[in-house]
């Protein structure tokens, strides 16, 4: 077993959420080649972007933002990546987040445009949203949904990008895929907090494997 997963099981889960949720963290415990992202206690290869804030708490990223900050306040990463594994577990409290990836910093509220895996407590969970480009390109099955996840509850999710492939796992379960999809092939990884609500979001265990393209 990978050394530094701490699994915490939730106390809310229906049992068909619960079992994908032990399989798919049992998968990241079990797969090599895997590095944090995050390393448990700071913020170490990662910079913001103003509105909100983001701090380290019981060993996750907490962001919060109140709902007069019209910016999305945005923690992105140091690093540019291009094709990868990308692995994270969340919960969202209040507001709607989202988790980006081959992303660019830009001028303006947005803070950033390209994918970003939506996060929140919705059906549209796990669906993949484009900043700055066409809006939602894909959203998961409700029903689907509804079965793996329970709202306010940790969860994870797993973003495969591969040339112009990307697939986005929800506690095991795919909820969204693309295939020769055009657009952007690399770029940051950013979490976010959506500008114009009350926003409350945690982020653990994030890890990325960095694949050949």
């Known amino acids: 077993m990978r050394r530094g997963i701490r699994c915490r099981l939730p106390s809310r889960l229906p049992a068909l959420a619960l079992s994908a949720w032990l399989a798919a963290t049992a998968a990241v415990a079990e797969q090599p080649g895997f590095v944090p992202l995050f390393n448990g206690r700071d913020l170490t290869g990662w910079h913001t972007l103003p509105g909100g804030t983001w701090e380290v708490q019981d060993g996750a990223i907490v962001g919060r933002s109140p709902q007069a900050e019209p910016r999305h306040g945005l923690l992105v990463s140091d690093v540019p990546y291009g094709d990868f594994t990308l692995r994270a577990t969340f919960k969202v409290t209040r507001g709607n987040s989202g988790l980006y990836f081959r992303a660019e910093e830009v001028p303006g509220d947005v803070g950033v ?22 809006g939602w390109v894909t959203r998961p099955d409700a029903a689907l949904v509804e079965r793996i ?11 495969r990008a591969a040339g112009p492939d990307v697939t986005v796992l929800l506690n095991g379960s795919e909820t969204a895929r693309l295939r020769n999809d055009p657009g952007r092939r690399s770029g940051v990884i950013a979490l976010q907090l959506h500008g114009g609500m009350e926003m409350e979001v945690a982020f653990k265990d994030i890890e990325i494997r960095v694949d050949a393209p």
């Open 113 to 134: 445009h390209g994918f970003q895996a939506e996060v929140d407590n919705s059906k549209s969970v796990g669906g993949l949203y484009e900043t700055g480009g066409r």
């Open 149 to 159: 996840h329970e709202p306010g509850a940790w969860a994870t999710l797993e973003i």
